[in-house]
């Protein structure tokens, strides 16, 4: 019964973090190169993170040595926690709490002072511009999310991700909130800095808050960013495309292949969709997506009652 209910998605979260962060790498370099080659493509990431763990460490004058220690590991951790939130059968769910919906806005929230935190604690000038550019439009990000996640919580009258599932028996969210995984999909780009809106690590900034890391700091970091953007592949496959439902296969498989499936889409968008300057993305954010995201949640709300 413990085995079941308790150690085995927590097993399956941390799994799905580190399979999924290599999985990540994969696909963003087999698009980027369009060769499935097994030496070029399937070997490159874990050469990488090889060498990786033989270069030192380096470090800058009079850093915030704790928390830039602890800055990539609380980023992991959160994509671990997030993971453990996704149910993955009525009864298969590491963290089934009655509000797991605001623990996973809380966890965004959570990520943007990690972020900063990483920039800051670096003593940089670049990791520090970084630091700021992420947390003027992670605001954003966190509000077009509220609203969203409200949305589908709606038709469930339940904060809990096993009740969003179930309401989707009948109609995923997908079909029912158009605007939702769309405006999504935005918030994990932004969540994750992956992309047109990685804006905190960019080259622009030599690496923006990862500029001055090195060796097995730099893996874990990267790691952490891949892990995150999987947790919330996870997160938009159980809300918004039914989560373990479907059939013939078993509920874990079906998540399984609807989390790849955003997992995809997010980072063909992110090889596909240019960059855009950070005064550009705060009026996109701002003037465009957020007006968007209470029209999705007016949408829902209309649904939710009319199917009532």
């Not at 909130?177 to 030599?206: E, K």
Request: hydrophobic share 60%.
């Amino acid at each position: 019964m413990i085995l079941d209910q308790l150690i085995l998605p927590w097993l399956l979260a941390w799994l799905m973090a580190g399979l999924g962060a290599y999985l990540v790498a994969v696909l963003d370099r087999l698009m980027a190169s369009g060769s499935a080659q097994v030496g070029s493509v399937w070997l490159a990431p874990l050469a990488s993170a090889a060498w990786l763990m033989t270069q030192q460490a380096t470090t800058t004058e009079a850093p915030d040595a704790p928390a830039w220690r602890l800055a990539p590991a609380l980023y992991l951790a959160l994509a671990a926690i997030g993971l453990a939130l996704v149910p993955w059968s009525p009864t298969l769910v590491g963290v089934d709490l009655s509000t797991s919906l605001v623990l996973w806005g809380s966890l965004e929230a959570l990520a943007t002072v990690v972020i900063f935190l990483h920039g800051w604690s670096a003593n940089s000038h670049l990791a520090l511009i970084g630091a700021y550019r992420y947390v003027a439009l992670g605001l954003s990000y966190l509000l077009i999310s509220m609203f969203v996640l409200i949305g589908v919580a709606l038709p469930a009258e339940s904060l809990r991700l096993t009740e969003v599932v179930a309401a989707q028996a009948s109609l995923w969210h997908v079909v029912s909130q158009p605007l939702g995984l769309p405006l999504f999909l935005v918030v994990g780009l932004g969540l994750t800095f992956w992309g047109p809106l990685n804006l905190a690590d960019s080259a622009d900034l030599s690496g923006g808050t990862a500029v001055e890391r090195s060796g097995p700091p730099r893996l874990v970091w990267a790691l952490a960013r891949a892990a995150m953007l999987v947790a919330f592949s996870a997160i938009a496959a159980t809300a918004f495309l039914g989560g373990w439902m479907g059939p013939w296969l078993p509920g874990p498989a079906w998540l399984l292949i609807k989390s790849l499936a955003v997992l995809v889409v997010l980072l063909w968008l992110g090889r596909r969709l240019p960059r855009l300057a950070p005064e550009r993305c705060l009026t996109l954010m701002w003037v465009v997506l957020l007006p968007l995201s209470f029209v999705d949640l007016i949408w829902a709300g209309a649904v939710a009652l009319w199917m009532a």
